[in-house]
């Protein structure tokens, strides 16, 4: 079996062909931003084998929500309990901006006249109170189809409790609706808001989601693909059918290939602990990956601000789903350089993207950009993708020199760029009661072999993988995920028992799983928020008692005499996957530079220039050195050295 996993980035858009006796074979294209699946498409046909699966991440449900042209969102209805309607506009009082007299909360995505309030209720405790009219919300149904409703949520209070009144009304609105989202099937857990919120963004994706994997689907019968599965926030891979009934678990799909990547080749080469930090063309991403699993959160903005890759609480729609734990910072190899109005070099938010891209590309592009600076300062070559794209550095120069001396302005751009990186790592690690020093930083994305030793310089860090294939690394970690499907129960009130009946549902839905991973979020009896903890077999209170007190103390600095309770359990079926296998460098001998050049490093340094597929098992390369390779360079400065795994990963220590 032949499979090609597709990662769409803001810069190149990413195709590794897994072959049948695992070995593997990566290039890019230049992303095509308005139409994404023409790059996909045409990078299809460029691959020289039948395919029989495609694997893909995707950001069409971020890109919706953050109201990208040609992705209008759907007229919504939301169906509540009396009473209830305003919840999803009151929300919560988190002000992103504390001292901003105007500011003003995220546009509601159902409008208030779309909001029906159900003469229904459900107590905490699953106690039917008022059974639902079923004519009562057949009425709402007409009229909502009548002013053009396209999707529906439904979310009743205490409904994860008890989900029968959300089922009956389902039952009938399935009758006018083709999109229908349950907030008990959705996010059955407590915090109504909270709940509503994800269920109605589910509902605005549902459409837009299941019209991508019709075209798609079409696009690759076309080219005689028949199956494919999409990469989900949680780091799973998802069919079809579970894509377009629970949509909302996409938002970070492609950010979340990288970390299941990092993840993966951690147990390759034997290293518990790493941080994944994937820097592409346009943002960097950090992960932290403890005991070779993602870290995991159940909590999500989207749409809203982010602040130094910080999410802005209050500044967004909340969704209640598990998400692998990420900061993302707009520093990437587009990143656009500048002066503010007081002439202070500043580095992004914007950037240029591939179309019209850095001033290097030669496409139009007229800002200078921190590709261009590395050009500048000899830190990549004047060819990029192993010749097949030529790089003007001469235009760069000139772009970068109106902003001042080109080499001082390419030199500080790249400073603030590594402490903005830094900074995104230290959200993943230190704001979760983990110590940066503790870990290896594993450097990826096209541009993060180039940055990787400055960064890991500003957080104290010796030691750097750069794994095979970096520059597609994302896309390798579709590869290397295996499939996950999640289910969840609030409150149980027997924890074994709970865990043993979300496996029996899960089994019997799938038909066949290889192992389950059990989590719960649990809290102090009377704090208002939780922390996620593994649970082990069997599930025992006092277990999770102790992981959780542990893990309290490690991200707050304290632990409570106090007596838990688990509020949310949740199960992920594991179906493994054929993963790739990756090759063993040459043995024996030892690799000369290919050439020499000038390399700035606090100063011009005559530079040794190696080709990485020339590096040898064990081949020791002391720095000042520049490795390059089809989608990546790695820079190794003074004072550190590289050398070359078993695995063909080249490993960067302090010397």
């Known amino acids: 079996m032949v499979a090609v996993a597709v990662d769409v980035g803001g810069t190149f858009t990413d195709f590794?062909?897994?072959?049948?006796?695992?070995?593997?074979?990566?290039?890019?294209?230049?992303t095509t931003p308005k139409s994404p699946e023409v790059a996909v498409l045409e990078g299809l046909r460029r691959?020289?084998?039948?395919?029989?699966?495609?694997?893909?991440?995707?950001?069409?449900?971020?890109?919706?929500l953050l109201g990208q042209v040609g992705l209008e969102l759907p007229r919504i209805v939301l169906f509540t309990t009396k009473g209830f309607r305003d919840v999803i506009e009151i929300?919560?009082?988190?002000?992103?901006?504390?001292?901003?007299?105007?500011?003003?909360?995220?546009?509601?995505?159902?409008?208030?006249?779309?909001?029906?309030?159900?003469?229904?209720?459900?107590?905490?405790?699953?106690?039917?109170?008022?059974?639902?009219?079923?004519?009562?919300?057949?009425?709402?149904?007409?009229?909502?189809?009548?002013?053009?409703?396209?999707?529906?949520?439904?979310?009743?209070?205490?409904?994860?409790?008890?989900?029968?009144?959300?089922?009956?009304?389902?039952?009938?609105?399935?009758?006018?609706?083709?999109?229908?989202?349950?907030?008990?099937?959705?996010?059955?857990?407590?915090?109504?808001?909270?709940?509503?919120?994800?269920?109605?963004?589910?509902?605005?994706?549902?459409?837009?989601?299941?019209?991508?994997?019709?075209?798609?689907?079409?696009?690759?019968r076309e080219l005689g693909i028949a199956r494919f599965y999409i990469m989900s926030s949680a780091g799973g891979l998802v069919d079809a059918e579970e894509a377009v009934e629970r949509p909302v678990q996409l938002i970070e799909s492609g950010p979340a290939a990288g970390a299941i990547a990092a993840a993966e080749f951690s147990r390759v080469i034997n290293v518990s602990n790493v941080i994944g930090f994937d820097m592409g063309g346009t943002t960097a991403k950090a992960s932290s990956i403890v005991n070779h699993e993602p870290e995991v959160t159940t909590e999500y903005e989207v749409g809203g601000e982010v602040h130094h890759g910080r999410i802005i609480k209050g500044s967004g729609y909340p969704v209640r789903f598990p998400f692998i734990d990420l900061a993302e910072v707009s520093a990437g190899g587009g990143t656009i350089i500048w002066r503010d109005e007081a002439n202070a070099l500043r580095v992004g938010p914007l950037s240029a993207g591939a179309d019209p891209g850095p001033i290097c590309y030669g496409k139009g592009g007229t800002e200078p950009t921190l590709t261009d600076a590395n050009l500048v300062l000899g830190r990549i070559g004047e060819y990029l993708l192993g010749g097949e794209m030529k790089l003007d550095k001469h235009s760069a120069t000139k772009g970068l020199a109106r902003l001042g001396d080109p080499v001082q302005v390419a030199n500080d751009a790249i400073r603030l760029a590594n402490m903005e990186m830094a900074r995104a790592i230290r959200l993943v690690t230190v704001e979760r009661g983990l110590d940066p020093k503790d870990f290896v930083l594993m450097a990826f994305g096209g541009a993060g072999p180039q940055f990787a030793t400055f960064v890991a310089e500003e957080l104290g860090i010796t030691k750097i993988v750069i794994p095979p294939e970096p520059g597609a690394f994302s896309a390798l970690g579709l590869l290397m995920a295996d499939s996950r499907f999640e289910a969840r129960l609030s409150f149980p009130k027997d924890l074994e028992d709970g865990f043993g009946k979300l496996e029996e549902n899960l089994l019997s839905r799938l038909g066949r799983v290889d192992y389950f991973v059990r989590l719960a979020d649990v809290r102090y009896v009377g704090q208002g928020w939780e922390l996620v903890v593994p649970v082990g077999r069997p599930a025992r209170i006092e277990d999770v008692e102790r992981e959780f007190n542990e893990r309290h103390r490690a991200t707050y600095g304290f632990s409570l005499n106090k007596p838990v309770e688990v509020v949310t359990i949740r199960v992920f079926a594991v179906i493994r996957r054929v993963k790739p296998k990756f090759k063993s460098p040459s043995v024996g001998g030892e690799a000369k530079p290919r050439t020499f050049r000038k390399v700035f490093f606090d100063d011009w340094l005559e530079t040794p220039i190696y080709w990485r597929d020339d590096l040898v098992l064990g081949q020791v390369v002391k720095g000042p050195a520049i490795i390059e390779e089809y989608g990546s360079t790695i820079v190794v400065p003074p004072r550190w050295g590289a050398t070359v795994g078993q695995h063909s990963e080249v490993v960067l220590s302090r010397t």
Do not use: C, W
């Open 16 to 30: 590794v062909v897994l072959r049948d006796d695992g070995s593997i074979e990566s290039f890019k294209v230049l």
């Open 47 to 64: 691959a020289k084998h039948r395919i029989d699966e495609v694997l893909h991440a995707t950001t069409i449900g971020t890109n919706a």
């Open 91 to 220: 929300g919560r009082q988190n002000r992103p901006r504390l001292y901003d007299l105007f500011f003003e909360k995220p546009k509601p995505l159902v409008p208030r006249e779309l909001r029906f309030e159900v003469d229904e209720r459900v107590l905490a405790d699953g106690t039917v109170a008022k059974r639902v009219d079923v004519n009562e919300v057949e009425s709402y149904a007409i009229k909502a189809k009548s002013v053009g409703v396209v999707s529906v949520a439904v979310a009743f209070l205490h409904s994860y409790a008890n989900p029968s009144n959300e089922e009956i009304a389902g039952e009938v609105l399935r009758r006018h609706f083709r999109y229908i989202s349950l907030s008990s099937r959705v996010a059955p857990e407590p915090r109504e808001y909270e709940r509503a919120s994800t269920t109605v963004v589910n509902a605005a994706l549902m459409p837009i989601v299941s019209d991508y994997v019709a075209r798609f689907s079409e696009g690759l």
